[in-house]
């Protein structure tokens, strides 16, 4: 079953994260099929973003590409399965 391999990770996103428009965290996952990635305020307010993702070896790279970008102190939380 493709979710009994699913790994939870959350990251607050930094001034330098804004700047380089991209987070990579290690997602330990081996060859996921696929992530499901939410952006909220830091009070937990859902952010409208759009952005996309990669995989590498062992990461998950988060682009902040789409129309609606995160911020600083704005929460990514990402479920890779």
Same mark, same amino acid.
């Given at each position: 079953?493709?979710?009994?391999?699913?790994?939870?990770?959350?990251?607050?996103?930094?001034?330098?994260?804004?700047?380089?428009?991209?987070?990579?965290?290690?997602?330990?996952? &081996? $060859?996921?099929? @696929? #992530?499901?990635?939410?952006?909220? %305020?830091?009070?937990?307010?859902?952010v409208a973003w759009d952005g996309g993702y990669t995989f590498g070896d062992?990461?998950?790279? &988060? $682009?902040?590409? @789409? #129309?609606?970008?995160?911020?600083? %102190?704005n929460i990514i939380n990402v479920v890779a399965y």
């Amino acid at each position: 079953m493709g979710f009994s391999k699913a790994k939870g990770l959350s990251h607050v996103v930094t001034a330098a994260d804004v700047t380089a428009g991209t987070v990579t965290l290690q997602n330990n996952v &081996i $060859n996921p099929a @696929g #992530a499901i990635v939410t952006v909220v %305020t830091s009070a937990g307010i859902p952010v409208a973003w759009d952005g996309g993702y990669t995989f590498g070896d062992g990461s998950i790279t &988060i $682009n902040n590409l @789409g #129309a609606t970008d995160w911020a600083a %102190t704005n929460i990514i939380n990402v479920v890779a399965y």
